[in-house]
């Protein structure tokens, strides 16, 4: 029997059809943490043990365990939805499944209810308790606890229970589900606390341990490398994950990862499966993150989230040779939103984004991993590369509510051999119903073009980050092309630049 795979994000249908762009799965586990002062707890030292002879220290995460270990806490959750009988798991006050597992088991579940169907028997909707466990962590002597805001999300009532076996109902201060951070308060006094350190000085490679509650078994230690940095999952999230191959299941979610000083620098966050369970592909909420979450949440009760009004997609080396890039780096900007506060600061379709506040842009997942460090009014230093040459500008960064609007005669079809397109311009029509301005409509897809992915139907709204404004002028920018040229391409409402080798 082959087993599903869990999505956590889906890419754009556009990505999707021209990129051929994988999906990643979720299973669940997520966590938050918070901004305290690090005077709340002093970082163990690493305990290193050498075996004789040999030229690489393994972490003893024993002494961490120890020390750290009592600040980990279980958290259980009660509330109720309204589900059918043959939902086979009970979800969150929204309808939503708590057990990560959920797809998994309700296959079983609905095969069990199809049998029982076919004997005459009928499913009826009704009230379920919804319970679910998960992980989380405390961070000040007076109770104040971080988990996931996807474990607590529908709960009418939380418990937290420490390792000492106490137990306290929690109050939920406030959740942000964009980054999936929830920040709990218990009555309590001299708790014990975790130490937070700075994802901003994580090694891949370094050695990192998580304890939790995978499927209920209490503070369960596991332990791993940092696989990666910066990883961008396709949710819609601006989360740049930390990647690990420590081993997490459903009820880890929330929990903290350890470096081996004893620090928090993350939160198990989910996992990329095929089977629903762990198959060595974990990710985790970098505590520099989630510790601004924390602090927004503990002084307002609720979360701002900056942006900078862009949509941008990944420099490979087609691009970069359209764009004549030295190296396949930045972000490259797809889509500018009207009004927003890059077309302020004046940013277009087809800028490169290399650095911003000086740090380098080296994937497209930088970028909203720098812009979610800031606030809704910071002023950001930007880096471009447009047309062959550096640039900068300053933006200033709005609030990620306010609502934006994505900017974006007749003539006969002309062939352009050299990309395989035939094109001819918009009617009035259709450029009201593309909301564009300018472009071409391709009427026609084949060699080079077709190959790439583009389609006919799709408009084109700009070569090498010149608009198309007319056959003649396309065929002339094609014609001083290197190797390859990158199409920015509407289909739909979805805009994304599509490199096409001609060389």
Same mark, same amino acid.
């Given at each position: 029997?082959?087993?599903?795979?869990?999505?956590?994000?889906?890419?754009?249908?556009?990505?999707?059809? *021209?990129?051929? !762009?994988?999906?990643?799965?979720?299973?669940?586990?997520?966590?938050?943490?918070?901004?305290?002062?690090?005077?709340?707890?002093?970082?163990?030292?690493?305990?290193? !043990?050498?075996?004789?002879?040999?030229?690489?220290?393994?972490?003893?995460?024993?002494?961490?365990?120890?020390?750290?270990?009592?600040?980990?806490?279980?958290?259980?959750?009660?509330?109720?939805?309204? !589900?059918?009988?043959?939902? %086979?798991?009970?979800?969150?006050?929204?309808?939503?499944?708590?057990?990560?597992?959920?797809?998994?088991?309700?296959?079983?579940?609905?095969?069990?209810?199809?049998?029982?169907?076919?004997?005459?028997?009928?499913?009826?909707?009704?009230?379920?308790?919804?319970? %679910?466990?998960?992980?989380?962590?405390?961070?000040?002597?007076?109770?104040?606890?971080?988990?996931?805001?996807h474990v607590v999300k529908g709960a009418s009532e939380v418990t937290v229970k420490l390792t000492d076996r106490r137990e306290y109902r929690a109050k939920v201060l406030g959740t942000d589900p964009k980054t999936d951070i929830a920040v709990l308060k218990i009555d309590g006094k001299d708790l014990p606390v975790v130490a937070l350190g700075k994802t901003s000085e994580l090694q891949v490679g370094e050695w990192v341990l998580a304890i939790g509650s995978p499927f209920g078994f209490e503070n369960t230690v596991t332990a791993g490398v940092v696989s990666a940095k910066n990883r961008s999952l396709p949710d819609d999230s601006a989360v740049p994950f930390?990647?690990?191959?420590?081993? =997490?299941?459903?009820?880890?979610?929330?929990?903290?990862?350890?470096?081996?000083?004893?620090?928090?620098?993350?939160?198990?966050?989910?996992?990329?499966?095929?089977?629903?369970?762990?198959?060595?592909?974990?990710? !985790?909420?970098?505590?520099?993150?989630?510790?601004?979450?924390?602090?927004?949440?503990?002084?307002?009760?609720?979360?701002?989230?900056?942006?900078?009004?862009?949509?941008?997609?990944?420099?490979?080396?087609?691009?970069?040779?359209?764009?004549?890039?030295?190296?396949?780096?930045?972000? $490259?900007?797809?889509?500018?939103?009207?009004?927003?506060?890059?077309?302020?600061?004046?940013?277009?379709?087809?800028?490169?984004?290399?650095?911003?506040?000086?740090?380098?842009?080296?994937?497209?997942?930088?970028?909203?991993?720098?812009?979610?460090?800031?606030?809704?009014?910071?002023?950001?230093?930007?880096?471009?590369?447009?047309?062959?040459?550096?640039?900068?500008?300053?933006? #200033? $960064?709005?609030?990620?509510?306010?609502? %934006?609007?994505?900017?974006?005669?007749?003539?006969?079809?002309?062939?352009?051999?050299?990309?395989?397109?035939?094109?001819?311009? $918009?009617?009035?029509?259709?450029?009201?119903?593309?909301?564009?301005? #300018?472009? *071409?409509?391709?009427?026609?897809?084949?060699?080079?073009?077709?190959?790439?992915?583009?389609?006919?139907?799709?408009?084109?709204?700009?070569?090498?980050?010149?608009?198309?404004?007319?056959?003649?002028? =396309?065929?002339?920018?094609?014609?001083?092309?290197?190797?390859?040229?990158?199409?920015?391409?509407?289909?739909?409402?979805?805009?994304?630049?599509?490199?096409?080798?001609?060389?």
């Open positions: 029997m082959s087993f599903p795979e869990t999505l956590v994000r889906t890419p754009t249908r556009l990505a999707v059809a *021209l990129l051929a !762009a994988g999906a990643i799965g979720g299973a669940g586990v997520s966590a938050v943490e918070s901004v305290h002062s690090r005077s709340h707890a002093q970082p163990a030292p690493a305990v290193l !043990a050498a075996a004789p002879g040999a030229s690489i220290a393994l972490p003893d995460f024993s002494t961490i365990t120890k020390r750290y270990g009592p600040a980990v806490v279980n958290i259980s959750v009660i509330g109720t939805k309204v !589900a059918d009988a043959s939902d %086979g798991d009970a979800g969150d006050a929204d309808g939503a499944p708590t057990d990560p597992f959920f797809e998994f088991f309700k296959r079983f579940q609905q095969q069990q209810q199809g049998q029982l169907q076919g004997q005459g028997r009928r499913a009826r909707p009704h009230a379920t308790p919804m319970r %679910g466990e998960g992980s989380g962590f405390i961070v000040s002597h007076d109770g104040l606890v971080l988990t996931n805001a930390i990647q690990t191959d420590v081993a =997490v299941n459903p009820g880890n979610s929330g929990g903290p990862l350890f470096n081996a000083r004893g620090e928090v620098i993350g939160i198990n966050s989910q996992i990329y499966s095929r089977t629903g369970g762990y198959q060595g592909v974990s990710f !985790a909420i970098p505590i520099d993150l989630a510790s601004k979450i924390q602090q927004q949440i503990v002084a307002h009760g609720k979360v701002e989230h900056a942006k900078l009004g862009v949509a941008v997609q990944e420099v490979n080396q087609a691009l970069a040779d359209s764009f004549k890039l030295e190296s396949p780096e930045g972000a $490259l900007v797809a889509n500018v939103e009207k009004g927003g506060p890059a077309e302020k600061a004046g940013l277009q379709s087809g800028d490169v984004i290399r650095k911003v506040d000086g740090q380098p842009v080296v994937s497209s997942a930088d970028l909203p991993a720098a812009i979610a460090l800031s606030a809704p009014g910071d002023k950001v230093h930007l880096e471009i590369w447009r047309k062959g040459s550096s640039q900068e500008l300053t933006a #200033t $960064l709005a609030n990620a509510s306010d609502k %934006g609007t994505a900017v974006a005669d007749k003539g006969a079809a002309d062939e352009q051999g050299k990309l395989g397109l035939a094109l001819r311009q $918009l009617q009035p029509e259709e450029k009201a119903r593309s909301g564009v301005s #300018t472009g *071409l409509l391709i009427e026609d897809s084949s060699g080079p073009a077709e190959m790439a992915g583009v389609q006919p139907g799709d408009v084109l709204l700009a070569v090498n980050g010149t608009p198309a404004r007319s056959v003649e002028q =396309v065929r002339g920018v094609v014609a001083g092309a290197g190797k390859s040229v990158a199409l920015l391409i509407q289909r739909g409402e979805e805009k994304i630049f599509v490199p096409v080798r001609v060389g």
